[in-house]
């Protein structure tokens, strides 16, 4: 089968967000920078101990992992140069179900990588914790056999091509148990479900295993 999505996402050219303005700091005074650098070290001195504990905190404040692969909830959606809505727009998921790799956290906002390796920010209710994959994305052609067991020698259900988005139900033993579905331009849709090599997707991490 062939690859379900052409195009995924649409790139943006990256403007800068902000410009910091050294004439406008100097016009509001040094007054209030000399005061901000006090507090600064005021906190540092008073509350030294609880910095690390705290910076971890600040840094991933789901509580989960990092890193972890999640999956795009919908479409369409705008993958940004940082975690707001003020910040320029990087580039667009046209498709849902994109896997994503979860790199930071900043309060709600989630940095991620995508498969091309390019990293964003995206808002944390866009995001799904539902596993999805991509076959062999680091290949230009040849197939992935989706096996109707996990082995080697299990019969071929379907051949999947490079870039070919599976959901992903588990994984263990270093296989996955995926689902595959097409969307021909005539007929009707069908769904093939089977295992693919752990070694094959882009999507989960080596040796990773979940249910």
């Not at 609880?50 to 989960?64: C, F, I, K, R, T």
């Not at 539902?130 to 062999?136: A, D, E, H, K």
Request: charged letters at 20%; aromatic letters at 10%.
């Amino acid at each position: 089968m062939k690859k379900n999505c052409t195009s995924c996402k649409a790139m943006f050219a990256i403007q800068p967000a902000f410009r910091l303005s050294f004439s406008a700091l100097f016009r509001n005074g040094l007054t209030r920078l000399g005061q901000a650098l006090r507090l600064v070290v005021f906190v540092t001195l008073v509350f030294g101990f609880a910095a690390p504990v705290a910076a971890q905190s600040a840094s991933n404040p789901s509580g989960l992992p990092l890193p972890r692969f999640a999956s795009t909830r919908s479409e369409p959606i705008n993958v940004r140069v940082g975690p707001g809505t003020r910040y320029d727009i990087s580039w667009v998921y046209v498709k849902s179900g994109q896997p994503v790799e979860i790199i930071n956290e900043f309060d709600t906002w989630r940095k991620i990588r995508d498969v091309d390796g390019e990293e964003g920010w995206i808002h944390q209710n866009l995001l799904s914790g539902r596993r999805t994959g991509l076959i062999t994305p680091w290949r230009e052609s040849g197939q992935v056999a989706l096996r109707a067991q996990q082995s080697e020698n299990a019969g071929v259900r379907a051949w999947l091509t490079p870039h070919y988005l599976v959901e992903i139900d588990n994984c263990r033993d270093l296989w996955c148990a995926v689902k595959a579905e097409t969307n021909p331009a005539e007929g009707r849709p069908r769904s093939y479900t089977g295992y693919v090599a752990q070694t094959d997707l882009w999507g989960v991490y080596p040796g990773e295993e979940f249910n």
